[in-house]
């Protein structure tokens, strides 16, 4: 991972350029890596952005939107499953259904949120509302109180509660119910006056103890698990305040803020998604404090101890043997929060990172997310099927993914990610065509009039790049990791960006192999990609692994094109390997292919009521011993 801490202010240029030290890049593990430069001033931070509405999503994130759209309306998947977590009927028993609202709200969740951006409205979403509201007590909890069992228990119960009042919220973002907003302000109450008993319901509560897991000691385990389980609330409060301002809301938002654990040995999902709402609390309020704790968890913990190279979080921070859907997802929100906060393109690069990556890697043919097995340098074949959380939550993503690709701010917009898809954004029809990550070709009618500034993200990696507007060179400057134009625009202004996109080699630290002054006889650890996207060497394309890879200057490894399913034009490469006692080469393709490498099936065994088998998929290692060979 790379930030970028050359920042060129209004660096003015022209766009047809050769830009070789235009972003010079430092490891994220050395020394001092806080970005610095000038944010956006306080009232600035509080004018809200604006994001676009009816989306066309064209491409591969079309594609993967569809297929987890439809395994939610597939099997197991119908009314009675779904609301179970919250009517919790004997006979009827599935897993984790004590996490009540947890599958419930996650369905509500992701699947309004998208269903907004893209203007539909499926009709299972209202049957699944009033299949849940149905299950609400006048006190505002839903299913079966848990308060008196234990602190487990109840923990459990608010985490599920939690995902449920987000749901919520989205919902009545898409259907406007009054009846919805009264429920989540009722689950809202709820919150407000038991959060103080967090930590005096029981003898035993998570805050009591700190320090690390004793991974032998299931009660240990709990502890450091509801933990963060229960600060995990604070996103749907923080959501419930959009469309309820009460500022007990906030109130309670603080409380949960003081229970928030330093980092350490914890459950990532859960510890993200409580950064994800601390985000949304400085938002709201603009207390320095949350934005100080942010930047130090993201900086100085998180971004150095928890982030793989394919932004694949593990399920435990900061280490551990298996990855995790969810917490994925909570990485590429908090990154896009940061963004929304800073406007600082760093944060987007780390979500592209992850999005392209570990979360598309991690999809399965059928259209779920879940938890894949890691290796010192790769993944094992197996992956889990997450169907209770990381399935919605992967949607969840996506639906953030298209939201934040672009936003204005006054007669500011950002070009954050680049993907084919229009949308209406200040009442104004915006398009973008594009093969990337394949190619650097984009394409983008913004569709604006008169004098405004637009921001176009450059990934950390290009060193050269084109920007044209009805075909002449355009004029801007570098700002924050965009170039910048600003100009009296016509509705008819098309903008054209072309930068190269092939095989990149990155040393453990993001920083170019291929640039080092002296890389010498040697066997360097290194990542490859093309542009964005990580490749691998996997047990689909090679019988073999091969202990080393040799790369030469100015030799073309590039492979004819394949199409295939989630396949990319031009990704793939065959690079010359030292095997065990002979030389060969070896092919390396996108992780994020692996998706189809199998087919939609509604039998699978992992979709039982209890309990679920591992799929196999390829192994794959992501992460390699090269040789430079310079001429
Ligand atoms: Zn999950």
Same mark, same amino acid.
């Given at each position: ?58 491409? $591969? ?52 949120? %998208? ?28 299913? %079966?109180?848990?308060?008196? !069992? ?49 930590? +005096? ?12 897991? $004793? ?18 609330? =604070? ?15 906030? !109130? ?31 938002? @709201? ?68 990172? &992850?999005?392209?990556?570990? =979360? ?12 894949? +097995? ?6 094992? &074949? ?8 990381? =399935? ?103 903008? +054209? =960006? ?16 291929? $640039? ?39 030799? !073309? ?45 509604? +039998? ?19 992460? @390699? ?7």
């Amino acid at each position: 991972m790379k930030m970028n801490t050359c920042r060129k202010k209004s660096l003015k240029i022209s766009a047809l350029i050769i830009i070789g030290t235009l972003l010079a890049g430092t490891s994220l593990y050395s020394q001092n890596i806080q970005p610095r430069e000038a944010r956006p001033t306080k009232a600035e931070q509080t004018q809200k952005l604006q994001f676009p509405v009816n989306f066309k999503i064209g491409g $591969d994130l079309a594609e993967r939107i569809a297929l987890t759209e439809r395994r939610l309306q597939s099997h197991p998947f119908d009314l009675e499953f779904i609301v179970q977590d919250v009517a919790r009927v004997e006979g009827k028993r599935r897993r984790f259904e004590e996490y009540e609202g947890d599958i419930s709200g996650r369905v509500l969740g992701a699947w309004s949120y %998208i269903s907004r951006l893209t203007g539909n409205h499926p009709a299972k979403l209202d049957s699944v509302a009033s299949g849940v509201l149905q299950h609400q007590s006048p006190a505002g909890w839903f299913g %079966i109180d848990q308060r008196n !069992d234990n602190f487990d228990q109840w923990g459990r119960q608010n985490f599920g509660h939690g995902r449920l009042l987000v749901g919520l919220v989205q919902y009545y973002k898409l259907s406007g119910e009054a009846v919805v907003r009264a429920a989540a302000g009722k689950l809202g109450d709820y919150f407000v006056t038991t959060i103080p008993q967090w930590t +005096t319901a029981f003898e035993e509560h998570p805050w009591k103890k700190s320090g690390k897991v $004793d991974w032998k000691n299931s009660i240990s385990n709990r502890l450091h698990f509801i933990k963060t389980h229960q600060t995990s609330v =604070l996103e749907g409060l923080m959501l419930l305040y959009d469309i309820l301002p009460k500022p007990e809301y906030l !109130d309670a938002g603080r409380q949960i803020v003081e229970l928030f654990p330093a980092f350490g040995q914890f459950h990532s999902h859960s510890y993200l998604n409580t950064l994800v709402g601390i985000a949304m609390l400085y938002q @709201h309020t603009g207390e320095d404090q949350y934005l100080e704790l942010l930047r130090h968890n993201y900086w100085q913990e998180i971004a150095r101890h928890g982030v793989p190279a394919d932004g694949g979080i593990c399920e435990w921070f900061p280490n551990d043997h298996r990855s995790e859907g969810c917490s994925i997802t909570d990485w590429l929100r908090l990154n896009f929060k940061m963004w929304e906060i800073t406007r600082e393109a760093v944060y987007i690069e780390q979500a592209e990172r &992850a999005w392209l990556n570990g =979360l598309n890697f991690h999809q399965t043919a059928n259209g779920v997310f879940g938890h894949a +097995t890691l290796t010192p340098v790769g993944y094992t &074949a197996d992956c889990s099927e997450a169907w209770w959380c990381c =399935l919605m939550h992967g949607f969840f993503a996506y639906a953030e993914i298209v939201n934040y690709a672009v936003a204005a701010q006054g007669d500011d917009l950002w070009f954050n990610l680049y993907t084919p898809i229009s949308f209406e954004l200040q009442g104004r029809k915006v398009r973008i065509e594009t093969s990337y990550p394949a190619a650097g070709d984009i394409t983008i009618v913004p569709g604006i009039t008169g004098s405004k500034s637009v921001h176009l993200r450059l990934p950390e990696w290009v060193e050269r790049f084109e920007v044209h507007i009805k075909g002449e060179a355009a004029t801007g400057g570098m700002d924050n990791g965009y170039f910048v134009i600003t100009r009296f625009w016509q509705s008819e202004d098309k903008i +054209t =960006l072309r930068f190269p996109v092939g095989l990149r080699i990155e040393d453990l630290h993001a920083n170019s192999l291929l $640039d080092m002054r002296q890389p010498g006889d040697y066997l360097h650890p290194a990542y490859l990609f093309h542009g964005p996207l990580m490749l691998g060497i996997d047990s689909h394309y090679n019988k073999e692994i091969p202990e080393s890879l040799i790369f030469t200057a100015d030799a !073309d490894y590039a492979l004819p094109f394949t199409p295939g399913a989630f396949a990319t034009a031009g990704s793939h490469y065959q690079l010359p390997g030292q095997f065990s006692g002979h030389r060969g080469t070896t092919t390396l393709v996108p992780l994020s292919e692996q998706t189809g490498y199998s087919s939609w099936t509604d +039998t699978l065994k992992n979709f039982m009521r209890n309990g679920e088998k591992p799929i196999q998929r390829a192994a794959v290692q992501t992460r @390699h011993q090269i040789r430079i060979m310079r001429k």
